[in-house]
């Protein structure tokens, strides 16, 4: 009548043990004794219960224990109409590496029932609610790194001065004191030798980007925080660009927040609390992977946001249109839901904040252009409040006009915007989809050039188009915005980068109808089960016998708008919208500001296996194989891009060919002529013009042109060739003649006779001249970087091995021949930690 969970470490020397009641039918009753186990230790403890458990020979029961599943870990517990169920990871994918910590997404779970049969109450709804609440998610987990948090906020509290700590530092060593106390015997008691110990944070989540919270929330007072593990939604990739073989990873993790969190058409602007449809968070981590630790590697990291228009608006979706129309569901004339979003904004990332809006200014019909009506007065609302200095900045850029005019490079004035954005860029159209991927791949591109210049990897901040650098970047930003466009539109991508550089194929036209069908497909048909297993997971609703079941509520609008159910006990001012003490640490984020009650201090030993990164990546107790490790099997720019011909420069930011490349971009090998006269155009065209010129040049014609909303697209439609085939093969076959003068052919063969003749024509030619040789004793006098000697195949010189080498090589040499050299101090430290981690 007991479930026992184990939980161990990788290497299997540290056990934890979790006692779950099944007695109880519609309770959870979780014990945990906090303590720590090793191997012996917790196979004695099994082996005891399971002899307990044994019935008598003859006698129908139990015949011990066994094992019900191997799991990764625990996601929640979850209770529908019956008792409750536990939720555990039962096969992940390593996705990413990040200072020795791994990233892991969640492929599989396992939903395990609680109760005992024999008091289980039985519902007829209960399999319908446990198939909702798995719908495919892409969740990403990890053991030992805060995922909901920025890199930039793991490190920089830990660069905080000791004695802000001190006090939890004090209470920290207390606890391990009495911990230590409470230890079987030391054989190392009287060697006098100190501990040395090390101090770590351990800091609260953010719950906003947290998925499983509320699947925690009953057990997170009472196991030990080893058992709790937080997972995020949304998308994590990593890729290694080699720069003459030096590795270089970059890591793309995008965070989804849990509020107000929805599909396509059913959720749309924001809340009552200022939380925004579609709100995800993407960082860029670029890192020299030369080098693993936090501590001594080279890490740079930059963050963006989308998310939707934070108004109160939403699309009625009742009628079968492809784009139904907007309205705005309530009046806001002081910016109050705006007031709430951008508070949470400046708590988080501090100032500025960039607003980037890229829906559409003029229409023939008013569609998209309601909403940058109603946002742009909201933004001078809110900024005659705040201190100069901290004002957010509003850009607006008709993206989808600008791309229709053939005089316009789109990516040309994204460059321009993210060369000038000094902050957070907040990106937005009407889906936040197709225009807000591509505006943030310029973005990050830029933020990229200066990351690799940061680090000391290019001589200048600027990547071109048409690099294995950029196409490594490209790609992995293409599975972020199609994974993302999958979990909020029900589709991949429909316009992508190629789309707005316009040297699409033409493969790729029908490529974006199939997606816009799949798109419109999933929004008719089946968001709503989708929405309904969104709220289900969060628990924004929770079954109850005495409530109408989810599938039966005509809408969730009232799951998500809590003011509609309980009036505000106190308003906010609209003037003082931000929240106390925010302007007081700007432009440094509120939430850095006043983490220190939120830590605890963490002291654990110098050599614990808690800490140690090596043991964690290399799993020196495990048989590997180099083809089978994470960093081998990853994207990789040399093996992906790189061609593979012959004197081809191996520079990842050299620009190549698109035929050149390993992996080609564009997807059809077919039409080259096609693509170079596609390439030619577009960089032969003039540079950018204002907008103006693009208003008086165009009239307003968006009806006919295809956005995010699903319409018919014209623009990935290639550029017809003007020449014939004859007239292209000749262009490519064109021989030295024309361009050079010159006729190359083989020459004729010299008979022996007329050889000596020809090399003595040759040197009169280039007779000999007479050099000046300075003498040797002003010449600098070069040396050879190498410590080795210019060696050849005939002598050797042996190198001259330092003291420390030539002690350690003594040092084996005596080993071998039974002469144990004394131990020194850290030797005996480590192997202290080791006897304790395995045997005490």
């Given at each position: 009548f007991l479930y026992f969970l184990v939980g161990s470490n990788q290497a299997q020397t540290k056990h934890r043990v979790l006692k779950i009641d099944r007695t109880e039918p519609k309770d959870l009753v979780i014990i945990d004794d906090k303590h720590v186990y090793n191997h012996q230790e917790v196979r004695e403890l099994l082996s005891r219960l399971d002899l307990g458990n044994r019935t008598k020979i003859g006698q129908k029961g139990s015949s011990g224990l066994s094992r019900a599943v191997s799991a990764f870990g625990i996601v929640g517990f979850v209770r529908f109409l019956e008792g409750y169920y536990i939720v555990l990871i039962t096969k992940r994918r390593k996705m990413a590496d990040i200072g020795g910590h791994s990233i892991y997404k969640i492929e599989d779970t396992s939903m395990i029932y609680i109760p005992n049969d024999s008091v289980r109450i039985t519902h007829p709804d209960e399999a319908r609610y446990c198939q909702f609440l798995f719908t495919c998610f892409p969740f990403s987990d990890t053991y030992s790194y805060d995922l909901s948090h920025s890199l930039q906020y793991n490190l920089t509290l830990l660069q905080r001065p000791y004695e802000l700590w001190s006090s939890a530092a004090s209470s920290a060593e207390e606890e391990?004191?009495?911990?230590?106390?409470?230890?079987?015997?030391?054989?190392?008691?009287?060697?006098?030798?100190?501990?040395?110990?090390?101090?770590?944070?351990?800091?609260?989540?953010?719950?906003?980007?947290?998925?499983?919270?509320?699947?925690?929330?009953?057990?997170?007072d009472i196991v030990h925080h080893d058992w709790l593990m937080y997972i995020i939604h949304g998308f994590c990739g990593q890729s290694k660009l080699l720069i003459y073989g030096r590795p270089v990873y970059i890591t793309l993790i995008a965070r989804r927040s849990s509020k107000f969190a929805g599909t396509r058409f059913l959720k749309r602007g924001a809340n009552c609390e200022g939380d925004v449809a579609n709100e995800v968070e993407t960082e860029q981590i670029v890192h020299d992977a030369s080098v693993m630790s936090f501590t001594a590697g080279s890490y740079s990291s930059y963050v963006q946001v989308r998310g939707s228009v934070p108004l109160y608006w939403s699309q009625d979706i009742s009628t079968m249109m492809p784009k139904p129309p907007i309205r705005l569901d309530q009046a806001d004339p002081y910016a109050h839901v705006a007031a709430l979003h951008f508070n949470q904004m400046l708590q988080r990332f501090g100032s500025p904040i960039i607003i980037l809006n890229?829906?559409?200014?003029?229409?023939?019909?008013?569609?998209?252009?309601?909403?940058?009506?109603?946002?742009?007065?909201?933004?001078?609302?809110?900024?005659?409040f705040l201190p100069p200095d901290h004002w957010i900045d509003y850009i607006a850029w008709d993206m989808a006009r600008y791309t229709k005019s053939k005089l316009c490079n789109v990516l040309d004035r994204l460059s321009m915007i993210a060369e000038n954005v000094t902050g957070v860029l907040r990106t937005n159209c009407v889906?936040?989809?197709?225009?807000?991927?591509?505006?943030?791949?310029?973005?990050?591109?830029?933020?990229?050039?200066?990351?690799?210049?940061?680090?000391?990897?290019?001589?200048?901040?600027?990547?071109?188009?048409?690099?294995?650098?950029?196409?490594?970047?490209?790609?992995?930003?293409?599975?972020?915005?199609?994974?993302?466009?999958?979990?909020?539109g029900g589709s991949q991508l429909v316009h992508r980068v190629k789309t707005y550089r316009k040297i699409a194929p033409w493969t790729q036209h029908s490529k974006d109808i199939m997606q816009t069908l799949s798109r419109y497909y999933s929004n008719a048909f089946?968001?709503?089960?989708?929405?309904?297993?969104?709220?289900?997971?969060?628990?924004?609703?929770?079954?109850?016998?005495?409530?109408?079941?989810?599938?039966?509520?005509?809408?969730?609008?009232?799951?998500?708008?809590?003011?509609?159910?309980?009036?505000?006990?106190?308003?906010?001012?609209?003037?003082?919208?931000?929240?106390?003490?925010?302007?007081?640490?700007?432009?440094?984020?509120?939430?850095?500001?006043?983490?220190?009650?939120?830590?605890?201090?963490?002291?654990?030993?110098?050599?614990?296996?808690?800490?140690?990164i090596?043991?964690?990546?290399?799993?020196?107790?495990?048989?590997?194989?180099?083809?089978?490790?994470?960093?081998?099997?990853?994207?990789?720019?040399?093996?992906?891009?790189?061609?593979?011909?012959?004197?081809?420069?191996?520079?990842?930011?050299?620009?190549?060919?698109p035929e050149e490349t390993g992996k080609s971009v564009l997807g059809n090998k077919s039409s080259k002529e096609e693509t170079l006269l596609q390439r030619k155009t577009a960089a032969s065209a003039p540079p950018p013009p204002s907008e103006?010129?693009?208003?008086?040049?165009?009239?307003?014609?968006?009806?006919?042109?295809?956005?995010?909303?699903?319409?018919?697209?014209?623009?990935?439609?290639?550029?017809?060739?003007?020449?014939?085939?004859?007239?292209?093969?000749?262009?490519?076959?064109?021989?030295?003649?024309?361009?050079?003068?010159?006729?190359?052919?083989?020459?004729?063969?010299?008979s022996f006779h007329h050889r000596p003749i020809f090399l003595k024509w040759i040197s009169s030619l280039h007779p000999p001249t007479e050099t000046f040789l300075p003498p040797s004793s002003s010449l600098p006098r070069r040396e050879p970087v190498s410590c080795f000697t210019e060696d050849s195949i005939y002598a050797v010189c042996p190198p001259q091995a330092?003291?420390?080498?030539?002690?350690?090589?003594?040092?084996?040499?005596?080993?071998?021949?039974?002469?144990?050299?004394?131990?020194?101090?850290?030797?005996?430290?480590?192997y202290r930690e080791y006897v304790k981690n395995r045997y005490m």
């Amino acid at each position: 009548f007991l479930y026992f969970l184990v939980g161990s470490n990788q290497a299997q020397t540290k056990h934890r043990v979790l006692k779950i009641d099944r007695t109880e039918p519609k309770d959870l009753v979780i014990i945990d004794d906090k303590h720590v186990y090793n191997h012996q230790e917790v196979r004695e403890l099994l082996s005891r219960l399971d002899l307990g458990n044994r019935t008598k020979i003859g006698q129908k029961g139990s015949s011990g224990l066994s094992r019900a599943v191997s799991a990764f870990g625990i996601v929640g517990f979850v209770r529908f109409l019956e008792g409750y169920y536990i939720v555990l990871i039962t096969k992940r994918r390593k996705m990413a590496d990040i200072g020795g910590h791994s990233i892991y997404k969640i492929e599989d779970t396992s939903m395990i029932y609680i109760p005992n049969d024999s008091v289980r109450i039985t519902h007829p709804d209960e399999a319908r609610y446990c198939q909702f609440l798995f719908t495919c998610f892409p969740f990403s987990d990890t053991y030992s790194y805060d995922l909901s948090h920025s890199l930039q906020y793991n490190l920089t509290l830990l660069q905080r001065p000791y004695e802000l700590w001190s006090s939890a530092a004090s209470s920290a060593e207390e606890e391990v004191h009495t911990q230590s106390k409470q230890d079987s015997f030391d054989i190392f008691e009287d060697e006098g030798l100190p501990t040395q110990v090390v101090y770590g944070l351990q800091n609260e989540p953010y719950y906003k980007y947290v998925w499983n919270g509320k699947l925690l929330e009953r057990v997170k007072d009472i196991v030990h925080h080893d058992w709790l593990m937080y997972i995020i939604h949304g998308f994590c990739g990593q890729s290694k660009l080699l720069i003459y073989g030096r590795p270089v990873y970059i890591t793309l993790i995008a965070r989804r927040s849990s509020k107000f969190a929805g599909t396509r058409f059913l959720k749309r602007g924001a809340n009552c609390e200022g939380d925004v449809a579609n709100e995800v968070e993407t960082e860029q981590i670029v890192h020299d992977a030369s080098v693993m630790s936090f501590t001594a590697g080279s890490y740079s990291s930059y963050v963006q946001v989308r998310g939707s228009v934070p108004l109160y608006w939403s699309q009625d979706i009742s009628t079968m249109m492809p784009k139904p129309p907007i309205r705005l569901d309530q009046a806001d004339p002081y910016a109050h839901v705006a007031a709430l979003h951008f508070n949470q904004m400046l708590q988080r990332f501090g100032s500025p904040i960039i607003i980037l809006n890229l829906v559409k200014k003029r229409e023939k019909r008013k569609h998209e252009k309601i909403l940058s009506e109603e946002l742009y007065p909201a933004v001078i609302n809110l900024n005659q409040f705040l201190p100069p200095d901290h004002w957010i900045d509003y850009i607006a850029w008709d993206m989808a006009r600008y791309t229709k005019s053939k005089l316009c490079n789109v990516l040309d004035r994204l460059s321009m915007i993210a060369e000038n954005v000094t902050g957070v860029l907040r990106t937005n159209c009407v889906d936040c989809l197709d225009r807000t991927n591509t505006a943030q791949f310029m973005v990050g591109k830029c933020a990229l050039a200066y990351q690799l210049y940061a680090l000391g990897m290019i001589d200048k901040p600027k990547l071109q188009f048409d690099t294995d650098c950029v196409r490594l970047f490209e790609e992995l930003y293409e599975d972020h915005g199609d994974t993302l466009s999958l979990q909020y539109g029900g589709s991949q991508l429909v316009h992508r980068v190629k789309t707005y550089r316009k040297i699409a194929p033409w493969t790729q036209h029908s490529k974006d109808i199939m997606q816009t069908l799949s798109r419109y497909y999933s929004n008719a048909f089946s968001d709503a089960d989708r929405q309904d297993a969104i709220n289900l997971f969060l628990q924004v609703y929770q079954p109850l016998e005495s409530k109408p079941h989810l599938w039966e509520l005509p809408t969730d609008f009232y799951l998500h708008q809590r003011s509609t159910m309980a009036l505000p006990q106190e308003r906010r001012s609209y003037t003082l919208w931000w929240s106390e003490g925010t302007l007081s640490y700007l432009p440094v984020p509120y939430d850095e500001g006043i983490a220190l009650p939120k830590m605890k201090v963490k002291r654990v030993n110098r050599f614990d296996e808690s800490i140690d990164i090596y043991t964690e990546f290399f799993k020196p107790y495990e048989l590997t194989s180099f083809d089978d490790t994470f960093c081998i099997a990853m994207t990789n720019s040399a093996r992906e891009f790189m061609p593979k011909t012959v004197g081809v420069d191996p520079s990842p930011f050299t620009v190549r060919k698109p035929e050149e490349t390993g992996k080609s971009v564009l997807g059809n090998k077919s039409s080259k002529e096609e693509t170079l006269l596609q390439r030619k155009t577009a960089a032969s065209a003039p540079p950018p013009p204002s907008e103006e010129a693009i208003t008086s040049t165009s009239e307003d014609d968006s009806e006919e042109d295809r956005d995010d909303d699903g319409s018919v697209s014209q623009r990935s439609t290639p550029i017809k060739l003007l020449t014939e085939s004859g007239e292209s093969a000749r262009t490519q076959e064109q021989s030295a003649r024309e361009p050079y003068g010159l006729n190359l052919a083989k020459p004729p063969r010299l008979s022996f006779h007329h050889r000596p003749i020809f090399l003595k024509w040759i040197s009169s030619l280039h007779p000999p001249t007479e050099t000046f040789l300075p003498p040797s004793s002003s010449l600098p006098r070069r040396e050879p970087v190498s410590c080795f000697t210019e060696d050849s195949i005939y002598a050797v010189c042996p190198p001259q091995a330092d003291r420390d080498s030539r002690d350690v090589f003594e040092s084996h040499v005596m080993t071998g021949q039974g002469q144990m050299r004394a131990l020194c101090r850290d030797d005996m430290l480590m192997y202290r930690e080791y006897v304790k981690n395995r045997y005490m």
